[in-house]
């Protein structure tokens, strides 16, 4: 099955220059937090199978949807059909209106299980919600609230007070970890800083030399890609770029089922991230067109976020991702580490600059996955104090 939007309509892609996150008003930004009634999640194991298809669904087009939540849907008609639908890229119908489209009758009294709260507001689309209530749904079961201040309760409330069963939780934690990017941007304004980390298994990235094409193997670089691809913004120091002239875009990953066709379009595979560069970049480097920050780095997740990056990946080179590591911008880590040694210090490091002076002082976490890729390991780790 091709990777779409809509796993059972035609998929759309966005092109270059595609408007940045449905937008809200500052009325709505300050608006009084809206009470909701939520009930227990009794009988919630009776959806937690369709729940499971709503979340491979929302995985689907994780690299498509940002800066909107990639988000899975499955309409369960009385009859005990099944229509699945995901979010379209920015500008496309939503997860809950390509599954309701699907289901066409057969939505009337049907059980609509969404990985994340419907909206109820207008953006570049109409509200959920709408589409919910007059397509005759009696029950409507949620894994996670949106904590958007465009909705946050409001697509419950809306929903309940239409009469329409409501029960949220099923799935819950696997659903906060799949959306926890845009979760994160919801709550903070800020992208998810991911700094990506390849080594040898002691630690070492370059030799004296220089020289450090390829310490991990093409597995290892294959996931890269796609971690490249579900980023909004890719950063670099410019030091990397003097060094490598690296292009930084997504070359050595394609979505599940090949490439996604636009109607009326050029296939595509993936949107490229924004490339960025700490510093300056020559005139002919690969990496333009770019944004060079001469800012401090605080400033520059803060732009980000503003420009609607929901998850931006710091991909080196040490000096850099250091720096972030340093000033306590980084959320979580994905350390690529093959089998291989340098057998002393004189090769660089993974990560470079004054480090902690004390083991009271160093950057703690938690291993959240490990993963065999060929050869090699990746590791996940997040950041405590911000997991």
């Known amino acids: 099955m091709p990777c779409g939007c809509s796993l059972t309509t035609t998929t759309l892609i966005p092109t270059a220059g595609e408007p940045a996150p449905e937008s809200v008003t500052p009325a709505e930004r300050t608006a009084k937090p809206r009470t909701v009634t939520t009930p227990t999640s009794r009988a919630g194991g009776r959806w937690e199978g369709a729940m ?41 119908p939503h997860a809950e209106r390509h599954a309701l489209t699907s289901a066409g009758a057969a939505a009337k009294d049907a059980t609509l299980i969404t990985t994340l709260e419907p909206c109820d507001h207008q953006g570049r689309t109409g509200p959920c919600t709408d589409a919910i209530i007059e397509a005759g749904i009696r029950r409507a079961v949620i894994a996670v609230l949106d904590p958007d201040p465009a909705v946050s309760g409001a697509g419950v409330a809306r929903l309940q007070s239409e009469g329409i069963e409501v029960q949220v939780g099923v799935r819950q934690a696997e659903v906060e970890r799949q959306l926890l990017a845009y979760l994160h941007h919801r709550r903070t304004g800020r992208p998810w800083m991911v700094a990506k980390l390849a080594a040898s298994i002691d630690g070492r990235t370059a030799a004296p030399d220089g020289t450090s094409q390829w310490i991990t193997s093409l597995e290892a670089r294959t996931d890269a890609h796609r971690l490249r691809a579900v980023s909004d913004a890719v950063i670099v120091g410019a030091g990397t770029v003097r060094a490598d002239d690296p292009s930084l875009t997504v070359r050595h990953w394609t979505p599940p089922g090949g490439r996604v066709w636009s109607d009326g379009r050029e296939p595509t595979t993936v949107v490229q991230p924004r490339r960025v560069v700490v510093g300056s970049a020559a005139r002919g480097a690969r990496i333009h067109p770019c944004l060079q920050w001469e800012g401090s780095l605080d400033d520059l997740v803060v732009r980000l976020g503003t420009d609607g990056a929901t998850q931006a990946l710091i991909e080196g080179g040490p000096a850099a991702a250091g720096a972030f590591v340093r000033a306590g ?53 997040a950041v405590t104090d911000t997991a």
Not at 53 to 63: N, P, S, W
């Open 52 to 92: 499971d298809k709503a979340i491979e669904a929302a995985a689907a087009v994780r690299h498509l949807t940002s800066p909107n939540p990639w988000v899975g849907c499955v309409v369960i008609a009385p009859n005990g059909s099944a229509f699945t639908g995901a979010t379209s890229p920015p500008g496309g």
């Open 329 to 381: 911008l980084v959320d979580s880590f994905v350390v690529y580490l093959a089998p291989a040694l340098f057998a002393g210090d004189d090769g660089a490091p993974i990560l470079s600059g004054p480090g902690a002076q004390s083991i009271h002082d160093i950057v703690r976490g938690k291993i959240t996955a490990v993963e065999r890729l060929g050869p090699d390991v990746r590791i996940d780790m």
